[in-house]
């Protein structure tokens, strides 16, 4: 839960700085005021698409792990002995 809620401030972080620039052109520049909000739009949902995407491979990866081998029981374990003393 909280990596998605990472993903989802990335992007609305993105957002909030592409819309500062956008504040900060004059309204003269219309068309460069227009392509900063697009840029704002497609790049914080793109972030969010992959972002989450890349979430989605990396809980899958982790569920996939092979699990350990089990533990022989100590009870089954024998040691031979040698016969050094003859």
Request: hydrophobic share 50%; with cysteine.
């Amino acid at each position: 839960m909280t990596d998605q809620t990472i993903v989802l401030g990335v992007s609305l972080m993105w957002i909030a700085f592409c819309m500062r620039f956008w504040y900060v052109i004059d309204r003269s520049n219309v068309w460069q005021r227009r392509l900063i909000a697009i840029a704002a739009g497609l790049g914080g949902g793109l972030i969010y698409l992959f972002g989450s995407m890349a979430l989605e491979v990396i809980h899958a990866a982790q569920t996939q792990r092979v699990p350990a081998e089990p533990e022989i029981p100590s009870e089954t374990i024998r040691v031979q002995s040698s016969n050094l003393a003859k």
